[in-house]
């Protein structure tokens, strides 16, 4: 069965498989930097009467998570987003876990921005690697707000040291440095009991959790990062921002143009939108399925729909074997919604 806690979108419609497969594209689309440890991002494009939707959770995920991921795509694609309250989007830059030489080429990229996101914590490198290439990315942007991401790659003392050490860069906020929600309740507990200026932010701890709501009743965290695919949708995930009572960031999964488009109908339909939103990701990208792709431009992205290109979806097509995979854990998914 899919997670428990809120509930999908009351009026999601959960179409027939056959409806599914007859529309589903697998692509499969080079990054231009080892991502999450990938080189290649696969994901399966559905093609519903309201728009495009995206299908991608991670390969490691299993069914009853990746069920949220489908609800997420039937929703862009059948149901259509919510009424925007804004049109032009904040969003900041990504930059890997790279080395600190490659940062500048890395920020080319994205053009103008006003904040940075940036990657640390990765298994093999060190605290020294960390500070280096923040230490980068201030030289290129002296004024730009920045964010760390250690997607839960610390534990609590490994946490505090590496934050403490990062701090005088000029930090945002730090993004899930521990895996569990008492840890981050630790961390952001000592560092304000040390008079660090370091805000904690959740994110696995919101989105990979049974109840997402817990990390604001623990008082984990100072705001949230939520995404569209993993929440199970823009309407699901504005529940979440409601009743956690905390500012919130709206990120990417890592999407093709089309799952950015619905973490901007998030962005769009929030009520407050305090932060630079992750979602300049496309960039990560050597290419897209769509031939005018979700890029920032003035460290932003106006609203606009997108739509996958025939001749994209063809010439990036993922190989046999992987289409399949992806096939069959469609079905295995779309059973756990159906009806």
């Given amino acids: 069965m899919p997670n428990p806690g809120l509930p999908l979108a009351s009026d999601l419609p959960i179409p027939p498989l056959e409806e599914l497969l007859?529309?589903?594209?697998?692509?499969?689309?080079?990054?231009?930097?080892?991502?999450?440890?990938?080189?290649?991002?696969e994901s399966l494009l559905l093609r519903g009467p309201a728009a495009w939707g995206e299908f991608c959770p991670f390969p490691e995920y299993g069914d009853a998570e990746a069920s949220?991921?489908?609800a997420a795509a039937i929703e862009a694609g059948w149901l259509g987003f919510p009424v925007p309250l804004r049109q032009v989007i904040p969003v900041n830059a990504t930059v890997p876990a790279v080395s600190a030489e490659r940062v500048p080429d890395v920020l080319a990229r994205f053009g103008r921005v006003d904040?940075?996101?940036?990657?640390?914590?990765?298994?093999?490198?060190?605290?020294?690697?960390?500070?280096?290439?923040?230490?980068?990315?201030r030289d290129v942007l002296p004024d730009a707000a920045i964010r760390v991401d250690a997607n839960g790659g610390w534990d609590v003392p490994g946490a505090v040291e590496a934050?403490?050490?990062?701090?005088?860069v000029g930090l945002e906020y730090a993004e899930q440095p521990v895996p569990s929600i008492e840890g981050l309740a630790d961390v952001r507990s000592r560092l304000r009991d040390a008079g660090t200026p370091v805000l904690i932010a959740a994110d696995e701890s919101v989105r990979k959790e049974t109840d997402p709501l817990r990390v604001a009743r623990a008082g984990a965290a100072d705001l949230i990062v939520v995404k569209v695919a993993p929440l199970?949708?823009?309407r699901r995930a504005l529940?979440?921002?409601?009743?956690?009572?905390?500012?919130?960031?709206?990120?990417?999964?890592?999407?093709?143009?089309?799952g950015i488009r619905a973490g901007l109908a998030l962005a769009?339909?929030?009520?407050?939108?305090?932060?630079?939103?992750?979602?300049?990701?496309?960039?990560?990208?050597?290419?897209?399925?769509?031939?005018?792709?979700?890029?920032?431009?003035?460290?932003?992205?106006?609203?606009?729909?997108?739509?996958?290109?025939?001749?994209l979806l063809e010439r990036f097509a993922a190989p046999a074997e992987r289409r399949e995979w992806w096939l069959d854990r469609l079905r295995r998914v779309h059973a756990l919604l159906a009806p």
């Fill in 115 to 137: 904040a940075v996101k940036v990657k640390v914590a990765e298994q093999g490198q060190s605290l020294d690697d960390d500070v280096a290439r923040l230490h980068a990315v």
């Fill in 239 to 258: 529940d979440v921002v409601a009743q956690a009572g905390l500012p919130a960031v709206v990120s990417s999964a890592l999407d093709t143009s089309v």
């Fill in 232 to 234: 199970g949708g823009v």
């Fill in 163 to 168: 934050l403490t050490r990062l701090a005088p």
């Fill in 268 to 311: 769009a339909a929030l009520p407050e939108l305090p932060y630079a939103c992750g979602l300049g990701t496309v960039s990560l990208f050597e290419s897209d399925v769509t031939m005018d792709p979700l890029v920032a431009d003035d460290g932003a992205i106006r609203l606009r729909d997108v739509a996958a290109d025939a001749g």
């Fill in 68 to 70: 949220r991921w489908l």
């Fill in 22 to 41: 007859a529309t589903a594209h697998v692509v499969s689309l080079p990054m231009r930097v080892k991502f999450r440890g990938i080189r290649q991002r």
